[in-house]
């Protein structure tokens, strides 16, 4: 269970520990996808529109995001997303993440907190191997499978709420907005029948966005003559492994006999509530 969270929790450490979200992205061809919408206090904030599914509908654009950290948005980001038309913020955080950068949203957009917990984790002791320089591939996990199986009450809830609201614009964030808003964006993509390939493509995405972040992080940490040797553990912790997700979805197929039996069964998605989701998110 540790291994399998381990990369989830030391990216987050390693976020909280040097500082790396802060400044905007490079922008990005508005015709690319996934589509980012620059902002300058997140990096990896982007349309969930524009994918093909397997019947040939399309993903709507404007109604559906997904983010890192939202702590550090501006006043003119924060007016951006009104103008998208954003009225809630979904926020998979924990209440150590929380506090360590609590959220600012505007009194006019409401919350809501599911928080996706960090079991077993001390983030002084983990701090301390940073600083220390005591990193080693261990840290590095195999798959979200541990995240899928756990917290699928919190994932239940999220989809419940997409159902519930069908008219309402939302983002959906963590603190990096690639792993367990990873996992979040590959099961609601996979819900609406888009096909495998073009899921791990968005999921292995967020290296492309959170690439000078994490080139900023390292750049800091080379100072520190402790961490000589563990730059590319850093980039891969700071990152993302296609791997991950494939071996995420071979975990819940390997459990559940398919992924759609996964949202029947763990989440609540059935055919019903699947056929409900494409209406309200594809294009006719």
């Given at each position: 269970m540790s291994m399998l969270y381990g990369l989830r929790r030391s990216c987050l450490l390693l976020i909280l520990a040097w500082g790396v979200l802060a400044g905007p992205a490079r922008a990005e061809d508005g015709m690319t996808l996934p589509r980012q919408v620059v902002l300058e206090g997140a990096r990896n904030f982007r349309d969930m529109g524009g994918y093909a599914t397997t019947d040939g509908r399309h993903v709507k654009f404007g109604r559906l995001y997904r983010s890192d950290n939202l702590s550090r948005l501006s006043v003119a980001d924060w007016d951006r997303l009104r103008q998208l038309g954003l009225v809630t913020v979904v926020d998979f955080r924990t209440a150590e993440e929380v506090a360590a950068t609590p959220p600012e949203v505007p009194a006019d957009i409401s919350l809501l907190p599911l928080p996706i917990g960090l079991a077993g984790l001390n983030i002084e002791d983990f701090r301390q191997?940073?600083?220390?320089?005591?990193?080693?591939?261990?840290?590095?996990?195999?798959?979200?499978?541990?995240?899928?199986f756990s917290a699928a009450d919190r994932y239940r809830r999220w989809f419940?709420?997409?159902?519930?609201?069908?008219?309402?614009?939302?983002?959906?964030?963590?603190?990096?907005?690639?792993?367990?808003?990873?996992?979040?964006?590959?099961?609601?993509?996979?819900?609406?029948?888009?096909?495998?390939?073009?899921?791990?493509?968005?999921?292995?995405?967020?290296?492309?966005?959170?690439?000078?972040?994490?080139?900023?992080?390292?750049?800091?940490?080379?100072?520190?003559?402790?961490?000589?040797?563990?730059?590319?553990?850093?980039?891969?912790?700071?990152?993302?492994?296609?791997?991950?997700?494939?071996?995420?979805?071979?975990?819940?197929?390997?459990?559940?006999?398919?992924?759609?039996?996964?949202?029947?069964?763990?989440?609540?998605?059935?055919?019903?509530?699947?056929?409900?989701?494409?209406?309200?998110?594809?294009?006719?």
């Open positions: 191997r940073v600083s220390e320089g005591r990193l080693d591939a261990s840290m590095l996990g195999v798959s979200y499978s541990a995240i899928a419940e709420f997409l159902l519930a609201h069908p008219d309402r614009v939302s983002v959906f964030h963590c603190t990096s907005g690639k792993d367990r808003t990873g996992l979040a964006a590959a099961l609601f993509l996979s819900a609406l029948g888009v096909p495998r390939e073009t899921v791990l493509q968005d999921f292995t995405a967020s290296n492309r966005f959170l690439h000078d972040g994490i080139e900023a992080t390292l750049a800091r940490v080379r100072a520190n003559p402790k961490l000589a040797g563990n730059e590319e553990l850093l980039r891969r912790l700071l990152g993302v492994e296609r791997s991950q997700m494939e071996q995420t979805f071979t975990d819940i197929e390997q459990r559940y006999g398919s992924v759609d039996a996964y949202l029947t069964r763990a989440l609540g998605v059935g055919p019903a509530q699947r056929e409900r989701l494409r209406t309200i998110y594809l294009e006719r």
